[in-house]
């Protein structure tokens, strides 16, 4: 199962490390790093509790290899891949699996076994229409090289509809269902090209992978999990 739980228990019973042993185990380098990625939410965000929260509402958390230490241990795995596309010679980009249905404040741990992918919202803030619940702010890693991971606790109810920003014209598109099947990402895709100065829908291959049906809400909330080997190959043609 791809939502497994990974195996890692070295966590308190808050679930998490507080700041400085976090720190003490990333190693001096690597705890620069870990700075740059949360000093905004230590300072800003409502999550940078004295708990040690370490994930932040917009940004999450980079985990810079994938032997460093989780601040919070995930419930929920997603792949990011590439793999040869039948009779083209663009690859397919895509997440694995490409809808999960998770629990309110779940955390979801996006693995990178390939390079440069990112984990963006549909976010006005990012210029496209919204297709996350509202309140929820334009989420975004960076743009994540192989061998990482990021880090992304899910609060708010309702549809998530996420993409990776290099890939999205090629289907790299991934819809999660927080708890219910709500929100304005619940909507169908607009299949319409915006007229200029609008939001931009999700487009090109994204536009039919987030609108196949096995992608949708209702059937997410059914399956758990939905591969993307689930989705019709026509879903996945690219659409140039
Ligand atoms: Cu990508």
Request: proline content about 11%; overall charge negative.
């Given at each position: 199962m791809?939502?497994q739980?990974?195996?890692?228990?070295?966590?308190?019973s808050?679930g998490?490390l507080?700041r400085?042993s976090?720190?003490?185990?990333?190693?001096?380098?690597?705890?620069?790093?870990a700075a740059?990625?949360?000093?905004?939410?230590?300072?800003?965000s409502p999550q940078?509790?004295?708990?040690?929260?370490?994930l932040?509402?917009?940004?999450?958390?980079?985990g810079?290899s994938l032997?460093?230490?989780?601040?919070v241990?995930?419930?929920?795995?997603v792949?990011?891949l590439?793999?040869?596309?039948?009779?083209a010679p663009?690859?397919?980009?895509y997440f694995?699996p490409a809808?999960?249905?998770v629990?309110?404040?779940d955390?979801?741990q996006?693995?990178?076994?390939?390079?440069?992918?990112t984990?963006?919202?549909?976010?006005?803030?990012?210029?496209r229409?919204?297709?996350v619940?509202?309140g929820?702010?334009?989420i975004?890693?960076p743009v994540?090289?192989?061998?990482t991971?990021?880090l992304?606790?899910?609060e708010?109810?309702?549809?998530y509809d996420l993409y990776c920003a290099?890939h999205?014209?090629?289907?790299?598109a991934?819809?999660?269902?927080?708890?219910e099947?709500s929100?304005?990402?619940?909507?169908?895709?607009?299949?319409e090209d915006?007229?200029?100065?609008?939001?931009r829908?999700?487009?090109?291959?994204?536009?039919t992978?987030l609108a196949?049906p096995?992608?949708?809400?209702d059937?997410?909330?059914?399956?758990?999990?939905?591969?993307?080997?689930d989705?019709?190959?026509?879903?996945k043609?690219?659409?140039?």
């Amino acid at each position: 199962m791809s939502s497994q739980r990974p195996n890692n228990k070295r966590f308190d019973s808050n679930g998490s490390l507080s700041r400085r042993s976090l720190l003490a185990a990333l190693g001096v380098g690597a705890a620069v790093a870990a700075a740059g990625c949360v000093s905004q939410a230590e300072a800003d965000s409502p999550q940078a509790t004295d708990s040690g929260e370490e994930l932040d509402a917009q940004f999450g958390y980079v985990g810079r290899s994938l032997d460093a230490t989780p601040p919070v241990e995930p419930d929920h795995e997603v792949q990011l891949l590439i793999a040869p596309r039948e009779g083209a010679p663009v690859p397919e980009f895509y997440f694995e699996p490409a809808g999960l249905l998770v629990e309110p404040d779940d955390v979801v741990q996006f693995t990178l076994g390939t390079p440069d992918h990112t984990i963006t919202a549909y976010h006005p803030q990012l210029g496209r229409t919204q297709r996350v619940p509202d309140g929820v702010p334009a989420i975004s890693s960076p743009v994540l090289g192989a061998g990482t991971y990021w880090l992304y606790r899910f609060e708010t109810p309702g549809v998530y509809d996420l993409y990776c920003a290099p890939h999205e014209p090629y289907g790299m598109a991934f819809r999660a269902v927080v708890g219910e099947a709500s929100g304005p990402g619940a909507d169908p895709v607009s299949m319409e090209d915006p007229a200029h100065g609008e939001l931009r829908p999700p487009f090109q291959t994204s536009a039919t992978v987030l609108a196949d049906p096995a992608l949708d809400p209702d059937a997410i909330v059914d399956a758990g999990s939905v591969s993307w080997s689930d989705l019709d190959p026509e879903s996945k043609r690219l659409q140039m």
